[in-house]
C-alpha cells in the first residue's frame, strides 16, 4: 500500500522544510495569494515560487492564476485516508525528533555532559 | 509487507551518545522535548527496565490534557531502548477504548549508534497497527489531516527559529 507510493514520498520530501511547512500551515486556514504566504518569511520571491512549486509537485497544493494575481490553495486530496494517517504519525515523530535534537544541542552547548 | 505500518526515522545528532541518551532517559529532560509547544509535558516517569512504565502526561493551554502510559520492553543504556503503548508497567495490557481517549497501539524501537567525531546516529523506528486504530486516532478529532499536521510542523518550525 505505502510501499509503492512516491507520492507519498514526495510529500514527505514537502515537508521536510520549514519554509514550507509554514506555507502549508498558512493554506491550512484558507487559500492565499503567494505574497501572502511569502509574507511571513523573509526569503525572496524567487525562492517563495520554488518552494510553491515543490509544494505543487508534491500534490499537497495547487495554485491558480486570475488576472495578476495567483492564489494557492491545499489540496487535501493527495492522500488516502491511510496514507494521510500515517504521514501525520511520521510528521508528528519527525517533529518530536527534530525538538529532541534541538535540546540535546542545548545540553551540548550548556555543558551539562560533564555533570 | 506486514498488517501494519512502520515509520523509520533516522538522525544524526552532534552529540555524543551519552549526552543524547541522558537525554532520552531521563524525566526532566524528556519533559522538555516531549510535547510541542505550547503543549507541556508536566508529568514524566520512566522505569529503566524490561516491564518498567514509561508515563508522560501533556498538557495545553486550550484544555488539552492526554495521559499516556507505555511499557519498556528492552533497555541497553547508551544504546537502545523499546517501548509499547500496546501495555503499561508490569505487562500489563492497555485498553483502548473506541471512543479514541487513551491513543492507540504502537511500539517504539530508538536507537543510539556512534556515529564518531561525537556524532550519534540516532534512529526512532514506530510500528502501527491496523486501520481500526487510524479510527481510533480519527475519533480523537485528529482527522482533518494535513491542516493539523502542518499546524504542528509550523509550530515546531517556530519554536526551532525562537531558539536559533
Known amino acids: ?115 | 509487507m506486514t498488517d501494519g505500518n512502520e515509520l523509520r526515522l533516522e538522525r544524526t545528532l552532534d552529540a555524543p551518545c551519552e549526552l543524547v541518551w541522558k537525554a532520552w532517559s531521563r524525566p526532566e529532560h524528556i519533559k522538555r522535548w516531549w510535547a510541542p509547544r505550547p503543549y507541556e509535558t508536566p508529568e514524566c516517569e520512566i522505569e529503566l527496565r524490561p516491564g518498567g512504565k514509561f508515563h508522560t502526561r501533556m498538557t495545553g493551554p486550550d484544555g488539552f490534557d492526554f495521559s499516556g502510559t507505555a511499557c519498556v520492553l528492552e533497555v541497553e543504556p547508551g544504546e537502545r531502548i523499546v517501548w509499547s503503548t500496546t501495555m503499561k508497567g508490569g505487562y500489563w495490557p492497555n485498553e483502548f477504548p473506541a471512543d479514541g481517549c487513551n491513543g492507540f497501539p504502537f511500539t517504539a524501537i530508538h536507537t543510539f549508534e556512534d556515529a564518531g567525531a561525537g556524532k550519534t546516529r540516532y534512529t526512532a523506528t514506530v510500528l502501527h497497527a491496523n486501520a481500526k486504530d487510524r479510527d481510533a486516532h480519527a475519533a480523537m478529532g485528529f482527522d482533518d489531516g494535513w491542516a493539523t499536521c502542518a499546524e504542528q510542523m509550523a509550530e515546531v518550525a517556530q519554536s526551532l527559529a525562537a531558539d536559533a
Open chain 1, 1 to 115: 500500500m505505502l510501499n509503492d507510493s512516491s507520492q507519498l514520498d514526495r510529500a514527505f520530501q514537502a515537508l521536510s522544510d520549514p519554509v514550507r511547512r509554514g506555507m502549508l500551515s498558512r493554506l491550512s486556514r484558507g487559500p492565499a495569494s503567494v505574497s501572502e504566504l511569502a509574507e511571513p518569511f523573509s526569503i525572496s520571491l524567487p525562492a517563495v515560487l520554488q518552494h510553491l512549486k515543490a509544494l505543487e509537485e508534491s500534490g499537497l497544493a495547487r495554485s491558480e492564476k486570475k488576472g495578476r494575481v495567483r492564489t494557492v490553495r491545499l489540496e487535501p486530496r493527495t492522500l488516502s485516508a491511510a496514507e494521510s494517517w500515517i504521514a501525520e504519525q511520521r510528521t508528528q515523530w519527525e517533529a518530536r525528533l527534530d525538538r529532541f535534537e534541538n535540546y540535546v544541542q542545548t545540553l551540548k552547548r550548556n555543558g551539562e555532559e560533564n555533570d
